[in-house]
Nanobody, 117 residues
Framework: VQLQASGGGLVQAGDSLRLSCAAS????????VGWFRQAPGKERELVAS???????YYADSVKGRFTVSRDYAKNTVYLQMNSLEPEDTAVYHC????????????WGQGTLVTVSS
């Protein structure tokens, strides 16, 4: 499985962005997918995830503002980010976790999100 994230950019506080994570591989639909971010000088954090069945998780910092979804036909997972804040500025990565595995082992390249105040 190969993952490619896209959709980052420079926006103002309060704006929205939608990130996409496109995957190759027929087994991707069975993977959980996580969106991680890493800001300069900070540790990487999981901000949202979606299971193969569509169950979702959100970090408290993004709950109510971010929505993760997946399109099985397109082999793509999305992260809709609304009401963006300067604190959301980071490089965002998507990662895949195969079924039955504890760790995210497939990573895409990051996409930079910059939110200006």
């Amino acid at each position: 499985v190969q993952l490619q994230a896209s959709g980052g950019g420079l926006v103002q506080a309060g704006d929205s962005l939608r990130l996409s994570c496109a995957a190759s591989g027929r087994t991707f639909s069975s993977y959980a997918v996580g969106w991680f971010r890493q800001a300069p000088g900070k540790e990487r954090e999981l901000v949202a995830s979606i299971s193969s069945g569509g169950s979702t998780y959100y970090a408290d910092s993004v709950k109510g503002r971010f929505t993760v979804s997946r399109d099985y036909a397109k082999n793509t997972v999305y992260l809709q980010m609304n009401s963006l804040e300067p604190e959301d500025t980071a490089v965002y990565h998507c990662a895949g976790r195969p079924p039955g595995r504890p760790a995210y082992s497939y990573w895409g390249q990051g996409t930079l999100v910059t939110v200006s105040s």
